[in-house]
């Protein structure tokens, strides 16, 4: 598991460079006679100008963590500092309003006023704050044109598509220059194919004005491509963090992996020299028990991508020395991501999804040889991660 804990200096830094950060933050709830930890004593820093995005499951905290930084949830511990001000610190009792914080949020379902016009329910924000008119009318048309959404200035909402709704809620939060934009699974009401138009947008949005943000979400392929900074949560606790492509590669768990998309999964054992399944031993493994017992229970998983299945009596021509090797019976074949076919192979009582490694016409029920890279693999002894790109 990942430190992530804020040293003295990273605080003060956060303070002088007007970046955010939560300091041994806590929020307890008693739920039906049970005491539940929704954040348990967490430290995150975000920098000027950077995008992180929190990822994990339901339940996991990272909608409290939203709730608490912008006031709409008092924290049972710790501190959160933003952007030029503290807003709570429990060793103080400063707890600042909602209001007072220079934040601003986007909600999952959008939010807007029904009965104001587009521009309208974009000036909202700054006619609150008692903005001159004519600085609200400046503002409110720099953020429609910055989302290319000038046309859509004197419509009312329900004259909306969903995607246009969001994109006007994301102008709303941003026209006030809020010092931290906090984002609750603002996608996950559109479909698809939509997603991935407003994924993209946000990004270029963010390439254009450069604002700092804060954005929550289930969605791991969302989360990769979005943040600056990926934090994956678990029971209230940061379980990884860092730039997405290391999240990506090297899961620090078996939650990780998990969480992270990683659907080959093998329960392992080490053996004389090798490690063991329940299927028999795995071939070329022999560099990954250096140092290990004989009986020592690992995991191991692997990503689809990496794993590749070929006939038993071909098997030799597919094999190399940096490779492992198992046997499987094939038990599907489905058509993949981008039209390609995907082979679905039981191994050891477990299902790993694998790709071809030569042209022979295979069958469900055959035997087939599986092979994977030795660097790809993931493995894990209990919550350690086995560093595996070391042993070749």
Not at 129 to 137: C, G, Q
Not at 159 to 180: F, K, T, Y
């Given at each position: 598991m990942t430190t992530t804990e804020l040293t003295r200096d990273e605080k003060l830094d956060a303070q002088a460079t007007n970046s955010a950060f939560v300091a041994?933050?806590?929020?307890?709830?008693?739920?039906?006679?049970?005491?539940?930890?929704?954040?348990?004593?967490?430290?995150?820093?975000?920098?000027?100008?950077?995008?992180?995005?929190?990822?994990?499951p339901s339940g996991c905290g990272k909608?409290?963590?939203?709730?608490?930084?912008?006031?709409?949830e008092k924290p049972t511990a710790g501190r959160i500092s933003l952007p030029g001000q503290v807003v709570f610190d429990q060793a103080t009792g400063v707890d600042v309003a909602p209001r007072r914080r220079n934040v601003s949020m986007v909600f999952q379902n959008y939010a807007l006023w029904p009965h104001m016009?587009?521009?309208?329910?974009?000036?909202?924000?700054?006619?609150?704050?008692?903005?001159?008119?004519?600085?609200?009318?400046r503002r409110t048309s720099e953020l429609l044109k910055a989302l290319e959404c000038e046309v859509l200035a004197k419509r009312l909402p329900a004259e909306l598509s969903g995607g246009q709704q969001q994109r006007i809620a994301l102008a709303r939060a941003l026209v006030s220059e809020p010092g931290i934009l906090l984002l609750d699974e603002p996608l996950s009401n559109l479909d698809a194919l939509l997603r991935v138009t407003l994924r993209a947008e946000l990004l270029r949005l963010h390439r254009k004005l450069?604002?700092?943000?804060?954005?929550?979400?289930?969605?791991?392929?969302?989360?990769l491509e979005m943040g600056d900074r990926v934090v994956l949560m678990r029971e209230g606790r940061i379980e990884q963090m860092g730039p997405p492509e290391e999240v990506y590669a090297r899961p620090v768990s078996p939650y990780a992996a998990n969480f992270l998309g990683v659907r080959n999964r093998l329960d392992v054992t080490v053996g004389a020299g090798r490690l063991d399944y329940r299927g028999g031993p795995i071939s070329g493994t022999s560099p990954l028990v250096d140092g290990?017992?004989?009986?020592?229970?690992?995991?191991?998983?692997?990503?689809?991508?990496?794993?590749?299945?070929?006939?038993?009596?071909?098997?030799?021509?597919?094999?190399?020395?940096?490779?492992?090797r198992l046997e499987g019976t094939?038990?599907?074949?489905?058509?993949?991501?981008?039209?390609?076919?995907?082979?679905?192979?039981?191994?050891g009582g477990e299902q790993w999804f694998a790709q071809r490694a030569d042209s022979t016409e295979l069958s469900v029920g055959d035997k087939v040889s599986v092979?994977?890279?030795?660097?790809?693999?993931?493995?894990?002894?209990?919550?350690?991660?086995?560093?595996?790109?070391?042993?070749?």
């Amino acid at each position: 598991m990942t430190t992530t804990e804020l040293t003295r200096d990273e605080k003060l830094d956060a303070q002088a460079t007007n970046s955010a950060f939560v300091a041994g933050l806590g929020k307890t709830f008693v739920s039906k006679g049970r005491t539940v930890r929704a954040l348990n004593n967490l430290d995150l820093l975000i920098a000027r100008g950077e995008y992180v995005v929190v990822l994990g499951p339901s339940g996991c905290g990272k909608s409290t963590l939203l709730r608490c930084i912008a006031g709409l949830e008092k924290p049972t511990a710790g501190r959160i500092s933003l952007p030029g001000q503290v807003v709570f610190d429990q060793a103080t009792g400063v707890d600042v309003a909602p209001r007072r914080r220079n934040v601003s949020m986007v909600f999952q379902n959008y939010a807007l006023w029904p009965h104001m016009t587009v521009e309208k329910n974009v000036a909202y924000p700054l006619r609150m704050r008692k903005v001159p008119k004519s600085n609200r009318t400046r503002r409110t048309s720099e953020l429609l044109k910055a989302l290319e959404c000038e046309v859509l200035a004197k419509r009312l909402p329900a004259e909306l598509s969903g995607g246009q709704q969001q994109r006007i809620a994301l102008a709303r939060a941003l026209v006030s220059e809020p010092g931290i934009l906090l984002l609750d699974e603002p996608l996950s009401n559109l479909d698809a194919l939509l997603r991935v138009t407003l994924r993209a947008e946000l990004l270029r949005l963010h390439r254009k004005l450069g604002f700092t943000a804060l954005h929550i979400t289930h969605d791991q392929e969302e989360a990769l491509e979005m943040g600056d900074r990926v934090v994956l949560m678990r029971e209230g606790r940061i379980e990884q963090m860092g730039p997405p492509e290391e999240v990506y590669a090297r899961p620090v768990s078996p939650y990780a992996a998990n969480f992270l998309g990683v659907r080959n999964r093998l329960d392992v054992t080490v053996g004389a020299g090798r490690l063991d399944y329940r299927g028999g031993p795995i071939s070329g493994t022999s560099p990954l028990v250096d140092g290990w017992k004989v009986g020592d229970g690992m995991q191991l998983f692997v990503r689809n991508r990496d794993v590749h299945i070929s006939d038993v009596d071909t098997a030799e021509e597919h094999h190399d020395a940096h490779s492992i090797r198992l046997e499987g019976t094939l038990a599907q074949i489905v058509l993949g991501d981008g039209g390609r076919r995907q082979y679905i192979v039981d191994v050891g009582g477990e299902q790993w999804f694998a790709q071809r490694a030569d042209s022979t016409e295979l069958s469900v029920g055959d035997k087939v040889s599986v092979t994977a890279p030795r660097t790809s693999l993931l493995l894990y002894h209990g919550e350690e991660r086995v560093l595996t790109e070391l042993v070749d």
